[in-house]
């Protein structure tokens, strides 16, 4: 799903394209950290967390869309992970090789 630029943090739009890099300010921000940026009402959203959490892998959730926005996050679920930003396909990858995505 893609995150509107909108100020309603609950509304999204359809299914947009992948990622490249993430910002320099989220490398900076959550380097050491698995940060998952999700909607409450997105499907993927959910999965990615089942995923992660079968995987063991320990993450933070973020639902704030304005908050995720501005930090160039467009789509959810899209987990930040390894000085990598990867979204839904990258994160299915992810889980089940324990390691990011190249």
């Given at each position: 799903?893609?995150?509107?630029?909108?100020?309603?943090?609950?509304?999204?739009?359809a299914?947009?394209?992948?990622?490249?890099?993430?910002?320099?300010?989220?490398?900076?921000?959550?380097?050491?950290?698995?940060?998952?940026?999700?909607?409450?009402?997105?499907?993927?959203?959910?999965?990615?967390?089942?995923?992660?959490?079968q995987?063991?892998?320990?993450?933070?959730?973020?639902?704030?869309?304005?908050?995720?926005?501005?930090?160039?996050?467009?789509?959810?679920?899209s987990?930040?992970?390894?000085?990598?930003?990867?979204?839904?396909?990258?994160?299915?990858?992810?889980?089940?090789?324990?390691?990011?995505?190249?």
């Amino acid at each position: 799903m893609r995150i509107s630029p909108s100020s309603n943090k609950r509304l999204f739009l359809a299914e947009g394209r992948a990622q490249s890099a993430p910002p320099r300010r989220v490398k900076e921000l959550f380097m050491d950290q698995n940060i998952l940026f999700t909607s409450p009402s997105c499907p993927k959203c959910m999965l990615a967390k089942q995923l992660l959490d079968q995987s063991g892998i320990k993450y933070t959730v973020i639902t704030d869309a304005a908050y995720a926005a501005s930090y160039g996050v467009s789509t959810v679920p899209s987990l930040f992970s390894d000085g990598k930003l990867m979204t839904f396909p990258e994160i299915i990858s992810y889980c089940k090789g324990g390691a990011s995505v190249v």
